[in-house]
């Protein structure tokens, strides 16, 4: 079984020399080098975006999504709100920058912090690289503010704080990598900043995939600004209508079987192979 990227290849390689049965898994809206390559002899082919469907053979390919890590998806079973000292009666935007945080969104929402929290409370993951830095840098233009505390700083957040998170989020601001998923499954509205010029530009095709879809609207990193973000915040904010069409949307794409799928023709082809020795 592999997911392609370089790494993969010489596994899939040798798979293929020593006639092992292939099977394997696209992540992105549009494959990468190795799995076109693998896709041609594989015997099953699962994707992630229906849009990559088009690049393998018919007969082999189905579209199961992503798997997804169940801490994340598994209720909580506490209040969210109390758990994360926020205030029910109060939005809260989500911004995720992936495991390592995203500069360009941290200087964008320091910029912001003080328009932000006239309104909103945000939980900010800002990667444990940055979040000494991009604190100080917010409690410095927050002094004296007395909203100051609608602001919460994360470097990482483990599965149960951002299970909680979710729970308690209006809207996400994140990336565009493989969150996308999980941001799907939670079904809350996002807008997606793809990375800039990433391999293969796979995010910024994977942010328009799932905008699509219903689930995001996306600002390219050429156009990030602090108005334009703040625009986008809020017009969602603004639209209860436009967030529940946005939910429903992200919740028709979200296939949280996309695990016990992708198991199933593993066992499947697994079984067959057996069966012929």
């Known amino acids: 079984f592999g997911k392609g990227g370089f790494s993969s290849f010489p596994v899939l390689f040798a798979a293929r020399l020593f006639r092992i049965p292939v099977i394997i898994h696209e992540s992105d809206s549009v494959p990468g080098r190795v799995n076109a390559w693998a896709g041609k002899f594989a015997q099953k082919i699962a994707v992630s975006y229906q849009e990559a469907v088009q690049f ?26 109390k758990e994360l000292g926020l205030d029910p009666s109060i939005p809260v935007i989500l911004v995720l920058g ?6 360009i969104i941290n200087g964008q929402m320091e910029t912001l912090a003080s328009r932000l929290v ?45 299970k ?25 509205p996002a807008i997606l900043i793809p990375i800039a010029n990433h391999i293969g530009d796979h995010q910024r095709k994977n942010a328009f995939a799932y905008a699509r879809a219903g689930g995001a609207v996306v600002i390219e990193e050429a156009n990030l600004g602090p108005n334009i973000l703040m625009s986008e915040i809020e017009q969602l904010m ?3 209508q436009k967030r529940a069409t946005m939910k429903d949307a992200a ?26 020795k």
């Open 251 to 276: 919740k028709a794409f979200a296939r949280i079987d996309a695990a016990e799928k992708i198991v199933e023709q593993i066992v499947a082809v697994l079984m067959r192979h057996q069966g012929l």
């Open 56 to 81: 393998f053979p018919a007969g082999r390919t189905a579209l199961t999504g992503n798997p997804i890590r169940e801490e994340v998806l598994r209720p909580s079973g506490k209040d969210a709100f």
């Open 98 to 103: 992936g495991s390592n945080g995203a500069r």
């Open 118 to 162: 006239e309104k909103y409370q945000i939980i900010h993951q800002a990667g444990e690289a940055n979040a000494v830095e991009v604190e100080m840098n917010v409690k410095g233009l927050l002094g004296g503010n007395p909203n100051a505390s609608r602001y919460h700083i994360y470097g990482y957040m483990n599965g149960d704080t951002m």
């Open 164 to 188: 909680l998170a979710a729970e308690s989020a209006t809207i996400v601001v994140s990336r565009a990598g493989s969150a996308i998923f999980e941001i799907a499954a939670w079904g809350v």
């Open 238 to 240: 603004s639209s209860e």
